[in-house]
């Protein structure tokens, strides 16, 4: 057996059973052996990085590993946006690049491939050797791997807050009078939602996350949503007024904290990694431990100063009326819709789509000046069921994501929220949706620019002329590859045509006709912080 059949093999033996890739000269035998192999299924991308935002967005969506497969030289220079942003994502994922023959001194597609790979900061194995390629693929496999899901086995035991750190931050927190517990990705990856309600209970906390970890509370009566500069009104009051703050698994990030302005009060921060603790932010109490682990002991671990160790619930910030203020809340009330001829207004466009849209549906959303209001109003029923490609802060990554989180999920509706930047720089991926028939709903945000950096420009005073663009017909481009598409210029007309794309058993495009006067409040809170949005 060839080296490359032996490779295919063990990564079809190794339980992989989806690829994303470009064919090329340097990859193309692999591929094939793939692409025949029982079980595998194979998604050709139009670009390699496409293929590599695809198998992030399998990964986040399955939690599973994400594999994707490109070919040499510039097959790879392609991939280095997406790449970096799965590894600052810390996204499982395996992509395999063709190598240009050893004797082949010539080829003008050569290069250190090493260092490309490096330089994204991703690990990088050389498969070109015979006597030892499949070693070390296995070996490249098993650090790819989820290295932050639960435990396994479970008879293994988990590492226990250190005692004295322990004590310390339950006294804080039994002191506390309006508490809340704050939940990041690390809560998500160790299934610790009943552990953390738990705790929330005992001492009457509300409840809330990252964006990430967005939709873990789902369905909890005292669940704020998410926290930070996407928080909605009356998350972002309450949390602000909390007196204690107990995060788990988050990294308590200036997006997470609003520039720390959230963050008032006592901070408990509880992560596995001690590392993660005071990166962003130093805590006033610091527990390491994953969060499962670390939320039953503090639950155990509280005490009232009045009565000794708490036996039962306590209202803590749950007094009366409160489930049903944050039931009541309504969205809308935060803003005044400015939709008139000249568009659509974001907060309102996203709030009916809210409404219209079936709510089992999992949402993909893009960088630019829209992202925070979808982000803020579509709601999502459990982790998992949103994704945010912006921990590099790159445009144009959503549309592959969302058709490799759509592979995760055939049997409900994907939705991507994109900029009409942003999908500029991957319209080519429309086809690839066609081709791969999966259940996709492309919501084009569009207000002919680039929003965030007209924001940016007149808060600087400076032209904003090179941000604009020539309006561009969506819908007519996505008709012409093949998809069921719409313009919205009015509410109406969103509302007819999100209740008629919806029911399509493929994929289609809704061209949302924005106003581009409208400032988001996460854009305005940005400039005045400073003017950074990154």
């Given at each position: 057996?060839?080296?490359?059949?032996?490779?295919?093999?063990?990564?079809?033996?190794?339980?992989?059973?989806?690829?994303?890739?470009?064919?090329?000269?340097?990859?193309?035998e692999l591929t094939t052996h793939l692409h025949r192999s029982p079980g595998v299924r194979y998604v050709a991308a139009r670009r390699e990085d496409g293929a590599v935002a695809m198998a992030d967005g399998y990964a986040r969506a399955s939690g599973r590993?994400?594999?994707?497969?490109?070919?040499?030289?510039?097959?790879?220079?392609?991939?280095?946006?997406?790449?970096?942003?799965?590894?600052?994502?810390?996204?499982?994922m395996l992509l395999v690049a063709g190598a240009v023959g050893l004797t082949d001194r010539t080829n003008r597609q050569r290069l250190d491939q090493a260092r490309i790979g490096a330089a994204a900061g991703a690990g990088v194995v050389d498969l070109t050797n015979p006597a030892h390629a499949v070693a070390d693929l296995r070996r490249e496999q098993a650090e790819a791997e989820p290295a932050d899901r639960p435990w396994q086995p479970p008879t293994l035991p988990r590492p226990a807050p250190d005692p004295y750190q322990l004590a310390s931050a339950a006294q804080a927190l039994a002191a506390a009078q309006r508490p809340v517990i704050l939940a990041g990705r690390g809560a998500v990856t160790a299934a610790a939602r009943e552990e953390l309600e738990r705790l929330a209970d005992r001492v009457g906390a509300l409840v809330c996350t990252t964006l990430f970890a967005n939709g873990f509370f789902a369905g909890n009566p005292y669940d704020l949503g998410v926290c930070g500069g996407f928080a909605t009104g009356l998350a972002e009051r309450l949390i602000g007024d909390a007196d204690c703050v107990v995060a788990f698994g988050a990294s308590l990030n200036r997006w997470t904290t609003a520039n720390g302005r959230l963050l008032r009060g006592t901070v408990i921060h509880c992560d596995h990694d001690p590392a993660a603790i005071g990166w962003w932010l130093s805590p006033d109490h610091a527990l390491v431990a994953d969060a499962a682990t670390g939320a039953a002991a503090l639950a155990d671990a509280v005490t009232d100063p009045a009565t000794g160790p708490a036996t039962g619930p306590v209202t803590g910030y749950r007094g009366p009326g409160r489930a049903s203020e944050i039931a009541s809340y309504d969205v809308a009330d935060e803003f005044q819709d400015a939709s008139g001829p000249d568009g659509i207004d974001v907060h309102a466009a996203s709030v009916l789509l809210d409404r219209c849209l079936p709510a089992d549906r999992q949402i993909v959303v893009d960088v630019g000046h829209f992202m925070s209001v979808p982000s803020k109003y579509v709601r999502v029923r459990g982790p998992g069921s949103y994704l945010?490609?912006?921990?590099?802060?790159?445009?144009?990554?959503?549309?592959?994501?969302?058709i490799g989180?759509?592979?995760?999920?055939?049997?409900?509706?994907?939705?991507?929220?994109?900029?009409?930047?942003?999908?500029?720089?991957?319209?080519?991926?429309?086809d690839t949706a066609r081709r791969a028939r999966l259940p996709l709903?492309?919501?084009?945000?569009?207000?002919?620019?680039?929003?965030?950096?007209?924001?940016?420009?007149r808060h600087h005073g400076i032209a904003d002329d090179l941000a604009w663009f020539e309006p561009v017909d969506f819908a007519a481009t996505a008709a012409g590859l093949?998809?069921?598409?719409?313009?919205?210029?009015?509410?109406?007309?969103?509302?007819?045509?999100?209740?008629?794309?919806?029911?399509?058993?493929g994929p289609a495009l809704l061209d949302v006709r924005l106003d581009a006067r409208v400032v988001t409040k996460y854009y305005r809170d940005a400039i005045a912080a400073g003017g950074h949005h990154g």
């Open positions: 057996m060839r080296v490359l059949e032996m490779l295919a093999a063990e990564l079809v033996g190794s339980g992989l059973d989806t690829v994303f890739g470009v064919v090329g000269e340097g990859n193309v590993l994400g594999a994707a497969t490109v070919t040499h030289g510039p097959g790879l220079t392609n991939t280095v946006t997406p790449l970096t942003e799965a590894v600052r994502a810390r996204t499982p945010s490609l912006s921990a590099f802060g790159a445009i144009g990554l959503s549309l592959p994501a969302a989180a759509a592979a995760v999920h055939p049997d409900r509706l994907t939705v991507c929220f994109v900029g009409d930047g942003g999908l500029m720089m991957c319209l080519s991926e429309l709903l492309v919501v084009v945000m569009n207000d002919d620019a680039y929003g965030a950096e007209v924001q940016l420009c093949g998809l069921p598409a719409r313009t919205a210029t009015t509410l109406d007309e969103l509302e007819r045509a999100t209740g008629e794309l919806a029911r399509v058993a």
